[in-house]
C-alpha cells in the first residue's frame, strides 16, 4: 500500500505561469506577459534538460534569470536590469492550482507522507509553497539540484526520492504533471501519477502510469477509494 507520495511542484502544485502577474507591470500589458510566462517556463525546462545531460549544472538562481533573459528577448521587450532581476526575485509568487488545497487535505488525510522532491533550491520551493498556500501540508522539502546535482528526468533525481522517502520502494507514489518526469519515474520502477490537466495524449512508447487524472483531487480520491475497499476486504477476511 502507498505510504509516500513525492511530488512535483511547479506545473502539479503550483502554475508556472501565474507569474504573468509579476510581469504584467514591467511590461504593461497583459497578454505580453502572458507570452514571456509561457517562453520563460519553455525555456527554463528545456534548459534544465540539457544542462543535465551536458553535465554541465547551472545552479537553479542563475538558470531562471538566464531563461526569463531569453523569454524578453524572445518577445523583444528590453528591460533595466534591476528590472529583470526583480522579476526573477519574485518567481517564487506562484499560484496553487484551484483544487490543490483541498486535495492535500484530504491526502493528509489519509495517512499519506507528501513530499516535495523538485528542481528549485530549497529556500525557493519553500517560499513558493509559503505563497501558495500548500506549505502547511508538506513533510519534507527536497531539492534535487542541490542535493543530487541533477534537474530531471536524470536516474539520480529519482534514487533521492527513494533514499528520502522514508518507506519501502514499492510504497512510494511519484507524483507529477508532466509525462516526462512520469517516464524517468517508471523507468526507475517506481509507481507513479500523472496529473494530466491539459489532458494530453499519452505519448506511446511503453510507459504507463499508475494513474492517470485531470487534477490532484482525482488522484486523492481514487486513493480514498482504494483505502476503502481494502479496509472492506481486509474486515470481510
Given at each position: 500500500?502507498?505510504?509516500?507520495l ?37 525555456q ?12 554541465n ?23 533595466p ?5 526583480s ?18 487535505k ?28 500548500t ?15 541533477a534537474?530531471k ?6 534514487e533521492l ?38 489532458r ?28 476503502g475497499?481494502s ?7
Amino acid at each position: 500500500m502507498i505510504k509516500t507520495l513525492l511530488f512535483d511542484t511547479q506545473g502539479t502544485l503550483v502554475d508556472n505561469y501565474s507569474i504573468a502577474d509579476v510581469i504584467e507591470p514591467y511590461v504593461y500589458e497583459a497578454h505580453t506577459a502572458a507570452r514571456v510566462a509561457v517562453d520563460w517556463r519553455f525555456q527554463q525546462k528545456w534548459a534544465m534538460f540539457y544542462t543535465t545531460l551536458a553535465d554541465n549544472l547551472v545552479p537553479f538562481p542563475e538558470l531562471n534569470e538566464a531563461c526569463l533573459r531569453w523569454a524578453l528577448e524572445k518577445e523583444h521587450l528590453t528591460l533595466p536590469d534591476a528590472a529583470i532581476k526583480s522579476i526573477a526575485s519574485q518567481y517564487n509568487k506562484l499560484r496553487a492550482y484551484p483544487e490543490v488545497i483541498g486535495a492535500l487535505k484530504a491526502l493528509k488525510q489519509l495517512g499519506l507522507t507528501l513530499k516535495i522532491v523538485a528542481n528549485p533550491t530549497v529556500q525557493f520551493i519553500t517560499d513558493h509553497s509559503k505563497f501558495a498556500g500548500t506549505l502547511p501540508y508538506i513533510d519534507e522539502i527536497i531539492s534535487n539540484s542541490e542535493d543530487a546535482k541533477a534537474y530531471k528526468p536524470s536516474p539520480k533525481v529519482y534514487e533521492l526520492g527513494v533514499k528520502r522517502a522514508g518507506c519501502a520502494k514499492d510504497e512510494i507514489l511519484w507524483v507529477t504533471g508532466h509525462f516526462w518526469e512520469i517516464v524517468g519515474a517508471y523507468r526507475q520502477g517506481l509507481k507513479c501519477a500523472w496529473i494530466n490537466r491539459a489532458r494530453q495524449p499519452m505519448l506511446r512508447i511503453g510507459v504507463t502510469p499508475t494513474y492517470n487524472v485531470g487534477h490532484l483531487q482525482g488522484l486523492a480520491d481514487a486513493l480514498a477509494r482504494e483505502r476503502g475497499s481494502s479496509t472492506a476486504a481486509r474486515a470481510a477476511g
